[in-house]
Structure formats: structure tokens, C-alpha cells
């Protein structure tokens, strides 16, 4: 069979991989701290008699856009926005260290600090308890304090910092469950120079004009890929007639 036919269903594979991805930023333009999701795809020539004159399409890996996106002011005192590169440290379901963008927090019934998940906030020591009956303030720094109700406004307590951290880009991985984690799994060290901005949520930085672009153009890559198919399909029948007709 033709080999165009296989490089032809490679290229409407990987489309499709594609297009699944750029569905996914479009779904997550509300969602706080997302990062937008790229994949990639590369070349690779088609093995076999004769000169390389084919090649396939095969997907790498998939990727994620850093860049920050704009910060929104919601007054709210449990809502945290990272400014700048840096991240909020959460346990995962796995019991391990990941990372977010999504500062959009909450106090457990049982008084721990989550993010609307319930996700446990972590500090370098672990879990953030909340006091009960407590209005909570989170600093630049990421210093939670809080103020018992029935108390003087001196009355200060400082119940932890959170962990912000700052690794390279090259070293994280993004996992099912949307959070970051660093490539070997171990936790990341803490980094002074990240800060965060109370009262405020960054949003998505997926672009929804260019992700419906993008979309168009998948589009009419698939159908290309088709037309393909339909074609080597179409030469192969021409060929098995003049092969039946010299017989």
C-alpha cells in the first residue's frame, strides 16, 4: 500500500491531538491561573527502499505557555494572585508537592487553609491551620495572619508564610490534574523573591482569538490530510485497473 497513506493518517492523527488541545485552552479562558497548553509535533522521515522522500508526523511533548496573565481585583481577603513568575505551593492528591496560579482560597471545615479544590495550602512546614471565628489577611510576602473575633486589631497572629517558589520553567511538568510538578518530584525550594498580590486573582492567559485562529487552521489541516487519503485511495484503485486491464 501506498505510503502516503500512512503519512497522510500521522498528520490527521496529530491534527486532531492538536485541535484537542486548543479546545481545552478554549474551555479554560475563565479558569484562574491557567496556563495555556501547546503541543508539539516533528518530522521524521519514512523508512524503507528507495530516497526519504516521506516523512511522518509525530507528536513530543506537550508544553505550556509561562507568561503571566492580568490580575483582577476581587477584594476578597483569601484571594492571593502570584505577581510575576512564582508559584503557590498545594499537597496533591498524591500526598506530594504541586504547583498553581489559582490563589482563589478557602478555610476548611476544619480550619485548614485549600484552595477552592480543597487542596491543603502548604508552608515550608506544611499545612496552614486557620483559628476559628478569625478574619484572615495573607501579606506581599505570603505571611498568613489573623485576627480572633472579640480581640484587639493588635492582635495579631502570624499562622504561617506561604511556600512560593520559582523554578525554571524547563524543569516543570504539567499534570492531569492541571497542577505543576518538577520533573524528578522533588519539592522545589522556596523563593524569596516571589511575591503576591491580596484581593486579587490572576486570570487565564490563553488568548481566545488566537486559539479560534488556530482552530480555523487545524480545521482546514485535517481536510487537507483527508483530501489526501481520498487521493491515495484513488490512485491505488487507477493502478489495480491498469494492473487487471495489462493482464
Not at 480572633?148 to 495579631?156: E, K, L, R, S
Request: glycine share 10%; hydrophobic share 35%; net charge negative.
Amino acid at each position: 500500500m501506498d505510503k502516503l497513506i500512512y503519512v497522510a493518517m500521522t498528520g490527521a492523527k496529530n491534527t486532531m491531538t492538536q485541535q484537542a488541545v486548543v479546545a481545552n485552552n478554549l474551555a479554560n479562558l475563565g479558569t484562574t491561573g491557567y496556563r495555556e497548553e501547546s503541543a508539539a509535533f516533528r518530522a521524521v522521515s519514512a523508512q524503507g527502499d528507495g530516497l526519504p522522500t516521506r516523512v511522518y508526523s509525530m507528536d513530543t511533548t506537550t508544553g505550556a505557555n509561562f507568561t503571566p496573565a492580568a490580575l483582577q481585583n476581587t477584594g476578597r481577603d483569601l484571594d492571593v494572585a502570584v505577581q510575576g513568575s512564582g508559584w503557590i505551593t498545594v499537597e496533591g492528591r498524591d500526598g506530594g508537592e504541586a504547583y498553581t496560579r489559582d490563589g482563589s482560597l478557602q478555610v476548611s471545615p476544619e480550619g485548614a487553609l485549600q484552595t477552592h479544590t480543597g487542596l491543603n495550602v502548604l508552608s515550608e512546614s506544611g499545612p496552614i491551620t486557620i483559628p476559628p471565628n478569625s478574619t484572615v489577611t495573607i501579606g506581599r510576602d505570603g505571611t498568613v495572619s489573623a485576627v480572633q473575633q472579640g480581640q484587639q486589631g493588635n492582635a495579631v497572629i502570624t499562622l504561617g508564610k506561604l511556600k512560593l517558589v520559582d523554578p525554571p520553567a524547563s524543569d516543570l511538568v504539567k499534570g492531569q490534574d492541571g497542577l505543576f510538578r518538577t520533573q524528578s518530584g522533588e519539592p522545589a525550594d522556596s523563593a524569596q523573591n516571589v511575591t503576591v498580590v491580596s484581593g486579587a486573582l490572576e486570570s487565564s492567559n490563553a488568548n481566545a482569538v488566537e486559539a479560534m485562529v488556530s482552530m480555523i487552521d487545524l480545521s482546514r489541516q485535517f481536510e487537507m490530510q483527508m483530501k489526501m487519503l481520498e487521493n491515495a485511495d484513488t490512485n491505488a484503485r487507477s493502478a489495480d485497473q491498469l494492473m487487471s486491464s495489462s493482464s
